[in-house]
């Protein structure tokens, strides 16, 4: 079994006249939370339809290994089912009704909502769709997860809460793990790498890895000097986001 579950190499995408992504490479290793950041409009998002296959390059390959989810900045929940229901979509591989069941309920206790089974998408909070979301991309049968900003809707203490809560349900269901964010903060917060990638068309710029096991407070020594090293990159030093 390959260590790499997605491999770019050399891959190089436009729109039109438009270079968007250039000769770009990159691979992921199973087990690995990678984080891309970069300018608002560098092709992050690009960048990542490429790597779910929603895009093909122009130039170059992708590879992938294994099933692969996407975790998106709105949350994907089907408004005509309750929060039961859209969890057990993410189990379909699962034949036995009673394990399923026991899974969704796991699940349910897994992100604190054992109480909001029943709930409508419209009945939960901001937060609590997204916890939803990411129990049940987490709770499937998927490699790697491809998350384009998931919590960049949310107020910062919800995020911070959420954040905290990935690197929990990692440790209980570890995936491979591609993060898209504005937020650098979060990145290094969450990332074994963060990848800086530079204005379009996008290359990676730097490389930040991060030995200190997760979950990781944001005060952190090694988040603080990551989060100053990517930023001082960019010519700042006191915001967490790269500007739009």
């Not at 590879?63 to 949350?75: E, S």
């Not at 570890?174 to 979060?186: A, K, N, Q």
């Not at 930040?208 to 997760?214: D, H, Q, T």
Request: glycine residues 10%.
């Amino acid at each position: 079994m390959s260590d790499v579950l997605l491999s770019l190499d050399r891959v190089g995408f436009g729109f039109g006249a438009t270079a968007v992504i250039g000769d770009l490479s990159l691979d992921v290793k199973r087990g690995e939370f990678v984080a891309l950041v970069g300018p608002s409009g560098c092709g992050k998002t690009t960048l990542l339809n490429l790597c779910s296959g929603f895009l093909r390059p122009g130039a170059g390959t992708v590879t992938r290994a294994g099933t692969l989810r996407m975790v998106f900045q709105q949350d994907g929940l089907f408004p005509w089912l309750t929060v039961t229901e859209n969890i057990r979509l993410g189990l379909r591989h699962v034949a036995d009704a009673k394990a399923r069941d026991a899974r969704v309920a796991g699940l349910l206790g897994l992100i604190g909502l054992e109480g909001f089974a029943d709930h409508y998408p419209h009945q939960l909070s901001g937060g609590m769709r997204q916890r939803v979301e990411l129990s049940r991309a987490l709770g499937g049968d998927t490699d790697l997860l491809l998350m384009d900003e998931p919590f960049s809707s949310l107020d910062y203490l919800t995020r911070l809460r959420l954040r905290g809560e990935l690197a929990r349900l990692l440790q209980e269901q570890p995936r491979t793990v591609l993060l898209v964010t504005h937020d650098i903060e979060e990145a290094a917060q969450l990332a074994d790498r963060v990848l800086v990638l530079s204005e379009r068309p996008a290359r990676i710029r730097d490389e930040v890895r991060l030995a200190a096991p997760r979950p990781r407070q944001p005060t952190s020594p090694e988040v603080v000097q990551a989060t100053h090293r990517i930023l001082s990159g960019f010519g700042l030093e006191t915001e967490s986001e790269v500007p739009a």
